[in-house]
């Protein structure tokens, strides 16, 4: 994939998710995220968009703070900051109404079909310990 189509595809998926738009339609139907601190993974275009959807709607009122975004032939690098309330229950944690930061990196390859893969660096174990912290001070 040229730098220009990268360089495009990725404008527009960044413009959608930061929007509220469609961003699934840039993913391939086969795509695959993975969460690189656990190896979870979530595959396949509904089931991606959702999980993306899902983190920043559902556990956490939440949007990305975008730092840098590097594009290069057929692969991206983003670095931002996760910014949200926990407003639902979260492994076991009922809402704390706590405020989390976290910075975090995702690596995206991307073919003619659009983005093929994400893989993210979030710092899951810091997420929950802010929880546990904020949980513990408001009993």
Not at 87 to 94: H, N, Q
């Amino acid at each position: 994939m040229s730098l220009e189509s990268t360089q495009q595809t990725m404008d527009a998926y960044m413009d959608a998710l930061l929007t509220g738009g469609d961003f699934g339609q840039y993913f391939t139907d086969d795509v695959v995220w993975t969460t690189m601190e656990n190896g979870q993974e979530v595959r396949g275009r509904e089931a991606v968009r959702d999980f993306i959807a899902g983190f920043h709607t559902q556990s956490f009122d939440a949007h990305p703070e975008l730092r840098s975004l590097t594009i290069t032939d057929g692969r991206a690098a983003l670095e931002a900051d996760f910014v949200g309330v926990h407003v639902r229950e979260l492994a076991g944690i009922p809402p704390t109404g706590a405020e989390v930061r976290l910075p975090y990196s995702i690596f995206y390859d991307l073919d003619d079909a659009g983005i093929s893969a994400l893989r993210a660096y979030i710092p899951l174990r810091e997420m929950m310990a802010q929880l546990e912290a904020a949980r513990s001070d408001a009993a």
